[in-house]
């Protein structure tokens, strides 16, 4: 029910069950209502929703004729996708994302915080092909990874300030990779487990999928340690998922002294905590006054990993190549203690050998050049986020565009709870974006959208443009009758 709040903003003129529809449609394509989920029946809908039996009656049956559910009165409604659209969980990821160039800019993409991949890439692949050799007369499994990159990997944990041995890490195939695995051996079906709210939401899933319970912890004004500690106390939960690098999607990090609270709040309440650091090399602090040309700020230090202030065996830190370097890569990892290393790479060996070596060479040699590359990303990340913060000035002025000090996204603040609206009608114009509340638990952040700002500048003021011609298209029908067309 708190996913259907707002639902007759459908626009003037359009009936109750068809609003209902698109609505209900919105959120199995966005994954908030997942594949074979029982929808409640027409009559305890029509009651909770205030609203007439034939309201959600025709709500139901416009959701079967267009595909996105089955069943009939009396055996029960549940939700599936189009034929076309393929089955299995509804796509974390919008079906365009095929790895393909966007055709001339055919579509915008507002749903995406990844970047291209930087001049450094395709050179970093000469040279580890250039290396293979040496590795044919292997048999090439690499389950916990190779032992160069494991190197690298903790040498740049040691440089920050967290001393790393190479046996302290395992390298996955991407960040969520990981997730999944670290939660496979810490968590048990039916834990609740404290999430940042708003949060990253393929953990979520991850979470809900493998049996947990989110519980949510605020922090769009920051992280509060001892409302954390409280719900902690208060929801037995013993394991906490949290983004304190340039956290998904606020783009916030988390102050030293809040990292040095936090690890006392762990040592304490004995919870475990996963730490996310994705988004670690995206430090646009020193960056957006410099592309803003307030030249000569000293560079702000980064705050040691959050690792480093909690005992080792309660903090699981997971990493990733994907914003650093390249999504394609599919490179991440896990840093823990040693004994929980070879735990992770006993589970990990049960289902996957291991990663491709190209691409962990390949990784292993961008890292070599990790200052450089992330200087001229974070160069020119900073003039896309201002290029993108000034269209939305100049076409949503009544939006709330607060400045991140990190990441590759605006979490904007709507005047009005318009969100999933918005990311309908901007659909159906050729744009994709993500709905606030696919960033929180139970439907809330209907008045946010996240905006990645991982195009080029010219890309994003155009897609601004479609935003505010979708943010304005209140009164215009956005039905399933259009839909039908375009699915
Ligand atoms: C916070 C966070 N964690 C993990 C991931 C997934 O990373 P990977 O591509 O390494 O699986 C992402 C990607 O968007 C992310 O934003």
Not at 155 to 183: D, F, M
Request: net charge neutral; glycine share 10%; aromatic share 6%.
């Amino acid at each position: 029910m708190p996913m259907l709040t707002e639902w007759r903003t459908g626009g003037e003129g359009i009936p109750g069950y068809r609003a209902l529809a698109d609505r209900l449609r919105l959120l199995v394509l966005d994954g908030r209502l997942p594949v074979d989920t029982v929808l409640p029946s027409e009559r305890t809908l029509a009651e909770a929703l205030q609203t007439s039996r034939t309201t959600t009656t025709s709500a139901y049956r416009l959701l079967r004729e267009a595909g996105f559910a089955e069943g009939s009165q009396g055996a029960g409604t549940w939700t599936t996708l189009p034929r076309s659209e393929g089955r299995g969980e509804a796509p974390i990821w919008p079906e365009h994302l095929s790895g393909e160039p966007d055709p001339a800019g055919a579509r915008g993409d507002f749903s995406s915080a990844a970047l291209e991949a930087p001049a450094e890439l395709y050179p970093a692949y000469q040279a580890a092909l250039a290396e293979m050799p040496r590795f044919l007369p292997g048999n090439g499994y690499v389950t916990s990874g190779l032992p160069l990159l494991r190197d690298r990997i903790a040498q740049r944990y040691t440089a920050a300030g967290l001393p790393t041995t190479p046996e302290q890490i395992l390298v996955t195939n991407g960040a969520l990779q990981a997730l999944h695995l670290v939660l496979s051996l810490v968590m048990e079906r039916g834990d609740r487990v404290l999430v940042e709210h708003p949060t990253y939401p393929a953990a979520a899933q991850a979470i809900r999928t493998r049996g947990g319970r989110c519980v949510p912890l605020p922090v769009e004004a920051g992280w509060d340690i001892g409302r954390m500690a409280t719900l902690i106390r208060q929801t037995g939960a013993h394991l906490a998922y949290v983004m304190p690098d340039f956290q998904n999607p606020t783009g916030r990090l988390m102050t030293e002294d809040d990292r040095r609270e936090l690890g006392a709040m762990i040592a304490d309440t004995g919870c475990r905590i996963i730490v996310d650091e994705t988004m670690r090399e995206l430090d646009l602090r020193t960056a957006i006054p410099t592309a803003q040309g307030r030249e000569g700020s000293e560079p702000l230090p980064m705050p040691r990993p959050l690792a480093g202030f909690a005992p080792a065996e309660h903090v699981i830190t997971l990493g990733s190549a994907s914003k650093t370097f390249w999504g394609g890569l599919r490179i991440g990892w896990v840093r823990a203690s040693q004994p929980l290393i070879r735990r992770l790479g006993l589970a990990r060996g049960n289902e996957d050998l291991g990663g491709p070596l190209l691409e962990q060479l390949a990784t292993a040699h961008l890292l070599e050049n990790l200052d450089q590359i992330k200087a001229h990303r974070q160069q020119l990340v900073a003039g896309r986020a201002l290029a993108l913060r000034e269209a939305l000035a100049q076409n949503l002025p009544g939006w709330v565009v607060p400045l991140p000090q990190g990441g590759i996204s605006l979490w904007c603040h709507l005047p009005e709870p318009r969100s999933s609206h918005v990311a309908a009608a901007a659909r159906s114009m050729g744009v994709w974006l993500t709905p606030g509340p696919r960033f929180g638990l139970d439907g809330a952040f209907e008045a946010r959208i996240r905006l990645p700002f991982a195009r080029p500048s010219a890309d994003l003021v155009a897609m601004t443009e479609v935003l505010s011609r979708a943010w304005h298209a209140q009164g215009r029908p956005h039905t399933m009758d259009d839909d039908l067309t375009t699915v």
